[in-house]
Structures are given as C-alpha cells and as structure tokens.
C-alpha cells in the first residue's frame, strides 16, 4: 500500500494571456475550480498510475465546507482510502490561486487553511495505516513539523520513505538521512544542496551526501536526472509535446514513478514510464483534470 501524507487543495484556476504586471489590472479568459494540492494530485497520480490492485491511502485534512465535499468526491472517486482525511469543523479547505498563461506556464499563491491542522496527532492516529504501508510519500504544503514526525515514523517503521520537498523550503539537514527517494526540481536540489548552481549531477552527488538515499531531478522539457543508490545514473530526455498547462505535471510524475517502484519495475524504466505519463498531462488543462490513467499512458 502506498500512503500520502500531505496538502488537498481547490484550485482556483485563471486562463490569462500573460501575467500581470504589478499595480495592473488584466482581462483573463477563463475561470475554472479545479481539484489540487500536491498530495491529493500526488495521491491520485498513484491511484491512476499504479499496477491494478495497488492500495492507496490518503492522510489529511479538508475543511467542513463545499469544496472540502468536492475535493473528497475527487479523491475516493479513484478508489482512494479516505478514512483518515479529516474534516476539520470551522475550517476552510485550502485552495490554489493559480494563473495560468498563454505559454502553460503557471503562478501559484496557496492558503493552506485545513492543510494547517495536519498536526502530529492526526499522523499518530493513522499510525495503523501507516504500519500497513510498504511506501509512504511526503511534499512540504502541510505543517513542517508534521513532515518531519511523519518521515521519522515511517522510517522507524522500516517503510520506503518519499520526499517531494515541495513547494523549495529548507529542511533540518538530518532529515535527508531517511529519505529513500528525494524527488525534487533543480530549484529544490539547488536549495536543499546549499549550492547555486545548475550542475545537476553534482547537486546530486551534494544531495547523496548529506544522506539522500536516491535523488531523482525533474528538470521540465530538459528531461530528468536520476542518481541512484547502486551508483548508476543518467539523464532521460523529455518527450516533446505541444504544452497547455503545466500544473500537476510533477505531481503526475511522482505518482507514475513511485507506482512502477512499487510494482518492483527498474528505477529507469519506472521514469520512463513516469515522463510519459507527465508528458501526456501537459497537453491537458488543471490539475487532477489531467493525471492519466494506466491505459492512457503509451511507452
Ligand atoms: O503541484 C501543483 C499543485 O500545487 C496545484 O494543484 C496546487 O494546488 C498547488 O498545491
């Protein structure tokens, strides 16, 4: 079973012909609410994306209002465990303030709202889901201690932990010594390497160092680089595809490639099979709007 610790956001989605500039007022060309937040994209990455027969878990928090409703129809409606989603009374749900401009290039502003009140008692009452999982994955839009305590317990647990340390923040360094799989952009890698500089594989090898077990860069229409613990690495081309909207593209690769890792396929393959299906997610509009499923996804 995998297990999602993490953020369920609305997204309040703006199609603009450009960003605006500041102080500017801009006429923008669609509105839409969209189902989001890194971990309930990430979740339902896994859902879509894992061989039949995976479980998937979600722990987390929605407010007790409409879109807390909606954003839980979107997450069990592909089969996801949403018992310990809790709804947390007088709380909103946290939304996405996303544009989204006429080159799928995106500006995200979040309010976390309920994402807030994922607190370390909640993870410790989800401690016998956890105990179930073979994979428990972590991004960084609920409270950092939770993350930190989450991390710790899987760990201890002797689970496969996975970390998308996003949105880039910094983390206490000794955390990274129980992580398995860090999967991160080359902003985050160059953040969390302490190091300004575009050498990915050396801010691989930084990141190696300071204890990350495999390191996996995702470095948009460049491709992504993986380094992984049995020495090997190398860098795998990115599809080319005609882009409309890049959000969730990361969250869909994350979901695609820890489903092959769980499937027990080879890590390369498993981020051949992910750029696929996140290349296939860019041609579509919005967040869990656009993960593919399975059978969509052609190698
Ligand atoms: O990774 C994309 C996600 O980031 C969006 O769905 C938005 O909710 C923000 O959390």
Redesign the pocket.
């Known amino acids: 079973m995998i297990v999602i610790i993490g953020?369920v956001?609305?997204?309040l989605v703006l199609r603009v012909p450009r960003m605006p500039l500041p102080g500017e007022t801009l006429a923008g060309d669609r509105f839409m609410t969209?189902?989001?937040?890194?971990?309930?994209?990430q979740a339902v990455a896994c859902a879509r994306l894992a061989a039949p027969g995976t479980r998937v878990a979600m722990v987390a928090c929605v407010g007790d209002d409409a879109f807390g409703g909606q954003m839980r129809q979107s997450i069990t409606a592909c089969g996801i465990d949403d018992r310990y989603i809790d709804e947390v009374a007088g709380e909103a749900t946290?939304?996405?303030s996303?544009m989204v401009d006429a080159n799928a290039q995106?500006s995200?502003v979040?309010a976390a709202g309920a994402n807030g009140r994922l607190d370390v008692e909640r993870i410790e009452r989800a401690r016998a889901l956890i105990e179930q999982a073979s994979i428990v994955l972590l991004?960084l839009?609920v409270p950092m201690a939770t993350v930190i305590h989450s991390i710790e317990l899987a760990h201890a647990l002797g689970k496969t932990v996975v970390l998308n340390p996003?949105?880039a923040q910094a983390l206490p360094r000794a955390l990274l010594q129980k992580i398995d799989y860090l999967i991160l952009n080359e902003i985050e890698a160059a953040m969390l390497a302490e190091e300004q500089s575009e050498d990915i594989p050396m801010l691989a090898r930084k990141l190696h160092d300071l204890g990350a077990r495999n390191v996996v860069v995702t470095l948009g229409e460049k491709g992504v680089y993986g380094s992984f613990a049995d020495g090997q690495q190398r860098h795998l081309p990115a599809r080319k595809v005609q882009a409309v909207d890049t959000?969730?593209?990361?969250?869909t690769f994350i979901g695609g490639f820890i489903g092959a890792i769980a499937q027990g396929r080879d890590q390369f393959e498993a981020i051949a099979y992910a750029q696929a299906a996140a290349a296939l997610s860019v041609t579509r509009v919005?967040?869990?709007t656009s993960i593919p499923t399975r059978d969509e996804v052609v190698l």
């Open positions: 953020s956001n609305m997204d969209i189902p989001g937040g890194k971990g309930a994209n946290g939304i996405a996303i995106n995200i979040i991004q839009e996003a949105p959000t969730a593209a990361g969250d919005g967040a869990q």
